[in-house]
């Protein structure tokens, strides 16, 4: 029997870095985490403990400062492909880059004074390759939303296991992670297409009679795709969080879709992709 070295990548997780841009008085603050995975020429590492082509993780965090020093942070996604073309180009034994990074918000109270919100987390991944092609995805996640009517779920398959009643009026929450391929890398303002995309996602999911999770997930990437020329597809994970209704009726009280209990487990997970017809090809851009 024989074995063989398969995938592999390494590389620094979780960078945490808050940078601080002066202007005079006023301040602009980015608070990001940084993961870093490489990949290449790894083989002798692996397989004799030989680390000439390996950049140490610790040297990969300490780029990331730099960079920030030097360069400053704006948009994520610009500073993931910074990040990514330099490993890549500096080291012959680097062949891919992949650049994820998170951005945690700050509502301003003052020239130097924040504070942290407390809604979704931007998201970017990057990869670049030798041969120089770039792939970015953006999002978010943990935005959490609810229509409190609106929505409606009924004609579903009845087995012998089925206890949960159809519903024509019911609540409808969830806490949305989602993403979206650029066509083409750089080629758009990232910080007006996070917000054009965002704007369309909390339009769609709350412009949507729904008779389902699903059709409102579609109903949400469909809007995002047809507005923002800049993207070419859109991927979705939407947990259901239920809303039971609670039954008052021993305490002699009604209760029409009044009360609730806030169920945060088991939940329903709907997930799902949408693209434009002539997407180029996604590669590894989602990994």
Request: glycine share 8%; aromatic share 8%; proline share 3%.
């Amino acid at each position: 029997m024989t074995v063989r070295l398969g995938a592999n990548r390494y590389g620094k997780a979780e960078t945490r870095l808050v940078h601080v841009a002066k202007d005079g008085r006023e301040h602009h603050v980015k608070d990001v985490n940084v993961s870093i995975s490489l990949s290449g020429d790894m083989e002798a590492v692996h397989l004799t403990g030989d680390n000439a082509a390996v950049l140490p993780t610790d040297s990969q965090k300490n780029t990331v400062y730099a960079f920030a020093r030097r360069h400053g942070v704006g948009q994520i996604e610009e500073f993931a492909l910074r990040l990514a073309g330099h490993f890549v180009q500096s080291q012959p034994s680097i062949h891919h880059a992949r650049v994820e990074i998170e951005e945690y918000g700050w509502h301003r109270a003052g020239p130097h004074s924040f504070v942290r919100e407390g809604g979704e987390v931007r998201t970017c991944l990057v990869h670049h390759d030798r041969d120089g092609r770039s792939t970015v995805v953006s999002g978010l996640r943990d935005l959490v939303v609810l229509n409190s009517t609106g929505s409606e779920f009924h004609g579903y398959i009845v087995d012998d296991y089925t206890t949960l009643p159809p519903t024509s009026d019911r609540i409808l929450a969830t806490a949305v992670t989602a993403r979206w391929r650029h066509a083409a890398a750089g080629a758009s303002s990232y910080a007006k297409s996070y917000e054009e995309v965002r704007r369309c996602l909390l339009e769609a999911f709350a412009g949507t009679h729904s008779l389902s999770l699903q059709q409102t997930l579609y109903a949400m990437a469909e809007r995002a795709l047809t507005t923002c020329p800049e993207i070419c597809e859109v991927r979705l994970t939407m947990p259901n969080k239920h809303h039971f209704c609670v039954d008052l009726s021993p305490f002699g009280l009604d209760n029409d879709n009044v009360v609730f209990h806030a169920a945060d487990r088991p939940y329903g997970l709907i997930e799902g992709g949408v693209s434009r017809d002539d997407a180029p090809d996604a590669g590894f851009a989602w990994e």
